[in-house]
């Protein structure tokens, strides 16, 4: 059967597989991420996720079902990383606001023993709140959204952000359990 590892070092990714009672190790990928596609494409972002997992396949010994996972926040079509500073923490900030976006979260999950493989993606709809220049700064500055995709966590938002979300908030987070949970008892 083999054991979960998460190719990942998000630390938020770690939280919702202990939520879920799913135990895990954790090996962070080291496939390097290309950052500069900037047009959203489900292969694209499922092609990602698949990477990761498959540069985590080739470090492990022994039968494990490897799972890794890609997020990226998603406006006009346009794919919004992680921001290198400030600036662009606030740029991003202030394209989202007052409008809709979604959050797709990929998920690749291999199993060395048997070489099946599983992606899919699961899409959510967030909307900002009209964001002030003060509002925008206050959150970069305590919150410090150096390692989110467009800039921001939705589980440490402060009131008045946040006009509302339809879908999964995990997978806004960055993994959702619900389909994580279906396809490893496809794969397991």
Known sequence: MGKIILASSSPRRADILKQHNITFEVLPSPYEEDHSVTDF??????????????????????????VSADTVVVLDSKILGKPKNYTEAFEMLKKLSDRKHEVVTSIAVINTETKEEKICSVTSTVEFENLTDEQIDFYIRNYKPYDKAGSYGIQEMPRGYIKGYKGSLENIIGLCSDVLKDVLNKLM
């Open 41 to 66: 494409s489900y292969a694209f972002v499922e092609n990602l996720a698949y990477n990761k997992a498959k540069a985590v396949v080739k470090l492990v010994k022994e039968p494990s079902v490897i």
